[in-house]
């Protein structure tokens, strides 16, 4: 497709168990980035990648999260032990560099936390 | 994010002018955006700012003074489907992280 996509684009969970969540970003885009964002609020930073490696990872909130890209395309954001205050809708974006920097962002998945 | 600071929810009736204000923490800073988002959606780039002035995109025009700290979004000529959140975010010394504030939900009234 031309844009980034996001599966699944909503995910029921119950508390303490272990969920995962795909981006398949725009090809050609190396760069890729996760943010989670709460009702009303905007999108919060997680991680970024260039390439396979986390180039920033500050955002992660614990060691509950995780995220890997192992061929410099498709990411998986692993989310261990769930908990309520995860709830939220997990934002994809990729860009390729250039004069903007423009992110190019997914659907998005809704996670709930039961 | 506390960086970002913008109105909660603006109104305004359809084939009006808006501007949405936002301002930003200064030290480090390395550009501006501003996204739409509609309801439910994906935030849709809309404009990027790092130099000084007003920068021109049809209905859409933004607006950024490094020294205030200070940009602005002007819709002009206000549609139904201009109702959404808009979103300012800023770039952060050589980060690539988009730091955003909490969205302005404007509402387009007939």
């Known amino acids: 497709g031309a844009g980034v996509s996001q599966t699944p684009s909503n995910k029921v969970t119950e508390k303490g168990k272990y969920v995962e969540l795909r981006c398949d970003p725009i090809?050609?885009?190396?760069?890729l980035y996760w943010y989670r964002q709460s009702l009303g609020q905007g999108p919060e930073f997680l991680i970024y990648?260039?390439?396979?490696?986390?180039?920033?990872d500050s955002g992660l909130p614990n060691d509950r999260f995780f995220a890997v890209r192992p061929e410099g395309s498709v990411s998986t954001l692993k989310i261990q032990r769930t908990e309520r205050g995860d709830s939220a809708v997990y934002l994809c974006?990729?860009?390729?560099?250039?004069?903007?920097?423009?992110?190019?962002f997914g659907p998005g998945t809704r996670l709930t936390v039961l | 994010g506390q960086n970002i600071d913008q109105p909660t929810e603006m109104t305004a009736t359809e084939g009006a002018i808006v501007q949405i204000n936002c301002t930003y923490q200064?030290?480090?800073?390395?550009?501006l955006f501003w996204y739409q988002q509609h309801a439910g959606e994906a935030p849709t780039f809309l404009s990027y700012?790092?130099?000084?002035g007003l920068e021109e995109k049809g209905r859409f025009s933004s607006f950024l003074s490094r020294s205030k700290g200070y940009s602005y979004l002007l819709l002009k000529e206000l549609q139904m489907k201009d109702s959404a959140s808009y979103l300012c975010?800023?770039?952060?010394?050589?980060?690539?992280?988009?730091?955003f504030g909490s969205g302005t939900r404007l509402l387009v009234r007939p």
């Open positions: 974006a990729s860009s390729s560099p250039g004069l903007t920097n423009e992110q190019f």
């Open positions: 200064t030290s480090g800073f390395n550009g």
């Open positions: 975010a800023e770039i952060l010394d050589s980060s690539y992280k988009l730091i």
């Open positions: 090809s050609g885009h190396t760069a």
């Open positions: 700012n790092v130099l000084d």
């Open positions: 990648f260039q390439g396979t490696g986390a180039a920033d």
